[in-house]
């Protein structure tokens, strides 16, 4: 019942920013949490952030300083700001959410961040 749409990703130079979005199809109000995750290949599916929704934040110790989430409840979408790039941070990045109604957790198709050196 619930979409997510991740886009904004692509190919960047160590040093650089990219900033990614999750667009929802029902209002995040709807929801506990929204968070980043990504997965690299050979590598395990780890949290990058995550914002609930009493407004909390948390992030990765890789990327503390660096990244930052933010949510327009307008537009329904969630932000990753990535600043500093770095190569270690290729991978394919996903928007997850909890919703508060059922519980159920959903997530969207992956975009691909690419860092070169």
């Known amino acids: 019942q619930v979409q997510l749409v991740e886009s904004g990703g692509g190919l960047v130079q160590a040093g650089g920013s990219l900033r990614l979005s999750c667009g929802a199809s029902?209002?995040?109000?709807?929801?506990?949490?929204i968070g980043w995750y990504r997965q690299s290949p050979g590598n395990q599916r780890e949290l990058v952030a995550r914002i609930s929704r009493d407004g909390s934040t948390n992030y990765a110790d890789s990327v503390k300083g660096r990244f930052a989430i933010s949510r327009d409840n307008a537009k329904n979408t969630v932000y990753l700001r990535m600043n500093s790039l770095k190569p270690e941070d290729t991978a394919v990045y996903y928007c997850?959410?909890?919703?508060?109604?059922?519980?159920?957790?959903?997530w969207g198709q992956g975009a691909q961040v690419t860092v070169s050196s």
């Open positions: 997850n959410v909890e919703s508060l109604i059922s519980g159920n957790v959903y």
């Open positions: 029902r209002n995040i109000w709807n929801f506990n949490y």
